[in-house]
């Protein structure tokens, strides 16, 4: 038996919080980049997600709105 089946990390709320915020921040990548018409990168993105985004979004999240992700209001 292995470790990952041991612990299965993608059953982990860690995980599956990490995943919602990738996806994310590829929705806000393709956002910015459509505005700007051209690719702002990864970087800029996750950037700008930390800095606009992720503390409201966080909360919700935190404050569970039902179990449904939570948008961060693009």
Do not use: C, H, V
């Not at 599956?16 to 018409?37: M, N, V």
């Not at 919700?60 to 693009?74: C, T």
Request: proline share 3%; net charge neutral.
């Amino acid at each position: 038996m292995s470790l990952k089946d041991l612990f299965p990390i993608e059953q982990s709320n860690l995980f599956q919080e990490w995943q919602l915020e990738k996806k994310e921040i590829e929705r806000l990548r393709w956002i910015e980049s459509e505005k700007e018409g051209r690719d702002i990168g990864q970087e800029r993105a996750e950037w700008l997600w930390m800095t606009r985004y992720r503390y409201q979004w966080k909360a919700a999240l935190i404050s569970g709105r039902g179990s449904q992700q939570p948008s961060s209001s693009l």
